[in-house]
């Protein structure tokens, strides 16, 4: 499955964040600003970016600029923002997928990638689950 991932980030991304997602099977390229993000996104085949940028304005400016792109429109969006700063709602208004808010520990960025990335496994994985607890 390998999906790959680009995470943007204008902070050097938490290194466990990276190890946890890489441990999941995800092929993970890191970008150090928006406009190199967006280059490589670009002139590569990724499933999904992280957008985890301060700047309010720039993260949300890259992602409108990603959904106006035809060539990178079934590329999945997650972005990182806390809360209490407009910024989740502004990248949700400009076509993320998703938003996890800051910090993030490496467990709930693993889950939220594999429920945008890997639906129908994460369903299953839950329905079995549950059918093991009801057999208990």
């Known amino acids: 499955m390998n999906e790959r991932i680009m995470i943007i980030s204008d902070d050097e991304p938490n290194a466990s964040l990276q190890r ?3 441990g999941h099977g995800f092929t993970v390229t890191v970008a150090e600003d928006a406009n190199d993000g ?6 590569s085949e990724f499933d999904l970016v992280i957008v985890d940028l301060n700047r309010p304005i720039t993260g949300v400016s890259l992602i ?4 106006s792109n035809p060539a990178l429109r079934r590329l999945m969006v997650l972005t990182i923002a806390e809360w209490g700063t407009g ?3 502004m990248a949700l208004a400009q076509g993320a997928d998703g938003f996890e808010p800051a ?4 467990g709930r ?3 939220a990638v594999a429920r945008l990335l890997r639906p129908n496994m994460v369903m299953t994985a839950s329905a079995g689950a549950t059918n093991a607890e009801l057999d208990e």
């Open 103 to 106: 910090p993030v520990d490496a």
């Open 109 to 111: 960025l693993v889950a």
């Open 20 to 22: 946890a997602l890489d």
């Open 38 to 43: 967006y280059e490589r996104l670009s002139q």
């Open 64 to 67: 409108k600029r990603i959904r």
């Open 87 to 89: 910024q989740p709602t």
